[in-house]
């Protein structure tokens, strides 16, 4: 796999992480040009209250590369959670005051502080490398920012909290656009949105409707059937 320029470290002089495309695989080229590009109401229709309320929050979208070529990091947040409870997300939560500015760096080190604390990955050899324009989850109220990452140095991951995590898992990339692995879930309220059945999960709601747009927008997506649906019940 060909590299471009020189890798660099997910931290600066200081220790607090930066933004670098330095080093990252060709096949991630899509991603952070997405990065750089979307606008907002290209990945949602639900964007933060212009009024600045609602809990600010981070999420690590993390690429990786293993045996059948790029994949996801995913976990399953455990059942007893107040919410998503069971649902396959990316790693993230809200943003603590020791993570900084949320309109700078906060969300970047809250991304890898939850990543690391949720999954066990050691955010050393993590490469942030985009962020994703600010998106909302109107029943948590949380003011959601997805950051990109590229896991240079991958390093063990599993359940470290199960008050928190049911498990933790990879999805390769090839899964994801196969169209056999795509349907559209549709909710008793009438609400409808992407989904992906894949490692025995069926992923929906705000972490299917940001795979769904980066594929999309990478270029990535294979033509599917949205008529294959999935319904879900009113505790979903």
């Excluded at 760096?105 to 600010?134: C, M, W, Y």
């Excluded at 490692?199 to 927008?217: M, N, P, Q, R, Y």
Aim: proline share 11%; with cysteine; glycine share 12%.
């Amino acid at each position: 796999m060909k590299h471009a320029g020189n890798t660099r470290n997910a931290s600066d002089a200081q220790g607090g992480p930066v933004l670098s495309k330095d080093g990252l695989p060709d096949w991630l080229g899509p991603v952070a040009q997405v990065a750089e590009t979307v606008e907002p109401l290209q990945l949602s229709r639900f964007l933060p209250p212009a009024n600045g309320t609602g809990r600010q929050s981070a999420v690590l979208i993390l690429f990786g590369e293993g045996p059948r070529g790029p994949e996801l990091l995913l976990m399953e947040r455990a059942g007893t959670l107040r919410s998503h409870a069971g649902q396959p997300s990316f790693p993230g939560g809200a943003l603590d005051p020791e993570d900084g500015d949320p309109t700078t760096d906060g969300p970047l080190n809250a991304a890898l502080r939850e990543a690391e604390e949720e999954t066990g990955l050691d955010p050393s050899g993590v490469q942030l490398f985009g962020v994703l324009p600010k998106l909302y989850i109107p029943v948590s109220r949380f003011v959601v920012t997805p950051v990109l990452g590229w896991w240079r140095c991958p390093t063990p991951v599993g359940v470290v909290d199960p008050g928190e995590t049911a498990r933790v898992f990879t999805v390769p990339v090839v899964d994801l656009t196969d169209p056999a692995n795509r349907a559209t879930t549709v909710h008793p309220s009438g609400h409808r949105g992407p989904a992906f059945l894949v490692e025995s999960a069926l992923v929906w709601g705000f972490t299917a409707g940001v795979i769904d747009k980066i594929l999309h927008f990478a270029g990535w997506e294979r033509p599917w059937d949205r008529e294959k649906q999935v319904p879900l019940d009113w505790r979903a």
